[in-house]
């Protein structure tokens, strides 16, 4: 692993195209498509719709998680909501890359923050959520791989970024 410092420490909340205080649902045109994960913990009322059905505890509650994130990125599609079916694809990405964070890192932490944020050893985590990483991950592909969703995200991209 490279030895950098996380991207967080110099975050640039003024400038990040995602704010805590714009409704998404009322102002879809305000939000961005970004890369990855962006903007998933800050777009309301995606946020609490979704958040509130994000576990990886074990397999059993990854495979239920998954599976209702999925049914509401469903029930975006199928309303012609856009923004929130993107959301709902970054849950299950999210769902994915924290798994393996916690499978890779037992404190689910890749710094230490007391040593100079020194990368911290890899391997030192829980195999079981390497299982629900898997599951989120199968989920998070069958969703991009979802011919309306790709159209809707090329369209949205062309006309709002």
């Known amino acids: 692993m490279k030895n950098q410092k996380p991207s967080y420490l110099n975050f640039d909340s003024k400038n990040y195209f995602w704010k805590p205080d714009i409704d998404y649902r009322k102002y879809p045109e ?5 890369k990855g994960e962006q903007g998933v913990l800050i777009c309301e ?3 609490t719709e979704i958040g509130k059905y994000w576990r990886f505890k074990n397999a059993a509650i990854a495979q239920e998680s998954s599976a209702k994130i999925f049914e509401l990125f469903k029930k975006y599609l199928s309303n012609n909501e856009f923004v929130g079916a993107d959301m709902a694809r970054k849950y299950l990405q999210m769902g994915f890359t924290r798994a393996r964070r916690y499978f ?8 230490d923050s007391g040593n100079n944020y020194k990368a911290l050893q890899r391997g030192t985590g829980d ?3 390497e299982k629900s990483a898997d599951i989120f991950f199968r989920k998070w592909k069958e969703a991009e791989a979802n011919p309306q969703y790709a159209q809707m995200k090329k369209d949205w991209k062309e006309s709002f970024g």
Request: hydrophobic share 5%; net charge positive; glycine share 10%.
């Open 30 to 34: 305000k939000y961005k498509v970004g």
């Open 45 to 47: 009322p995606y946020k």
């Open 104 to 111: 890779n890192y037992k404190s689910g932490k890749k710094y």
């Open 127 to 129: 195999p079981e959520k």
